[in-house]
């Protein structure tokens, strides 16, 4: 993607070479998706949608509404369930802390102003109301969010609770070396579908959701949160349409990437089995066909993943 004379957001919390300290830390264990994905329908059982967006794990890459689906999930709406205790600030770097800019930083800046640039535009002609965009907080190996501890093994997620982007930009790393998806336009893929989970909670979506999923059976629970990653794939769609910076390679390597992180990929991958009530996510058709929705339609009213639910 072509991203040379793009600006750069300031919208960043560098928080790389601070101290999260204690609070929740998931480890251990295995499964589809990584070290976190049989966690994922125990925290999904107890928690819900806010739980999924601490609990976003690798497998969840490009990562959770719009005002026209407002009663498609049915409920009201409410405070997001909080995870663990409240949070303390994290303690601050030593005076003179060395911190370099890199190109990967760089490229998550440029990406991050991008979207600020499309959806300042795009929601108010779709929406009618203007773009509040999220903070995005860099980190490396953990921190605190309002959601809990954030760490490294869990991959970018998105906190309702902070409407906070969480991200350690080693996971591109992980990206390419794990997952096979390579290129810019996998790794801005990452970040585009955590801004599409900030869409949702602008728009009243995740409310609706944890509502919903609050009435229903753990089957039920998986089955909504499906619909609300595949609403942020093709939300990310849209963006990456109406960036105008996709070149000759782009969606094939978008596509890629959603094809490689589909919860039946992982499941098969990891456990030998492809288990469908346990998804989450979507499978890797599913993100691959809401992807390509959003790349095709350029517009927010193509992302009904919630129709006929």
Not at 150 to 161: H, I, L
Not at 232 to 242: L, P, R, T, Y
Request: aromatic share 8%.
């Amino acid at each position: 993607m072509r991203f040379d004379d793009q600006r750069e957001s300031d919208n960043i919390d560098d928080q790389r070479g601070q101290r999260g300290g204690g609070g929740l830390g998931f480890g251990g264990g295995g499964g589809g998706g990584g070290i976190l994905g049989f966690l994922l329908p125990m925290v999904m059982s107890r928690f819900g949608c806010g739980g999924v967006a601490v609990l976003v794990v690798l497998f969840m890459v490009f990562g959770g509404g719009l005002s026209s689906l407002g009663g498609l999930v049915g409920g009201g709406s409410g405070p997001s369930p909080q995870i663990g205790q409240p949070v303390e600030p994290a303690a601050t770097a030593a005076p003179g802390a060395a911190r370099s800019e890199s190109s990967t930083d760089s490229f998550v800046r440029k990406v991050l102003g991008s979207t600020e640039d499309v959806w300042d535009k795009q929601f108010p002609a779709e929406v009618g109301k203007p773009y509040v965009p999220p903070r995005l907080v860099l980190f490396s190996g953990q921190t605190r969010s309002g959601c809990g501890a954030a760490e490294s093994a869990m991959g970018p997620f998105y906190c309702p609770a902070d409407g906070k982007v969480y991200l350690d930009e080693s996971f591109f790393d992980e990206l390419q070396q794990r997952f096979g998806a390579k290129g810019d336009a996998a790794a801005a893929y990452v970040i585009a579908h955590e801004i599409g989970h900030h869409i949702q909670r602008q728009l009243g979506i995740t409310d609706q959701v944890e509502a919903a999923q609050a009435r229903a059976s753990r089957s039920q629970r998986n089955a909504i949160s499906v619909r609300l990653e595949l609403q942020a794939d093709c939300f990310a769609g849209v963006w990456a349409k109406q960036s105008g910076r996709l070149e000759a390679g782009d969606i094939e390597e978008a596509v890629g990437a959603a094809q490689a992180i589909g919860d039946d990929t992982l499941q098969r991958q990891s456990r030998g089995q492809v288990v469908p009530d346990s998804f989450t996510h979507g499978s890797s058709a599913q993100r691959v066909q809401w992807l390509q929705t959003g790349l095709q339609s350029g517009s927010m009213a193509s992302c009904d993943t919630f129709k006929g639910a």
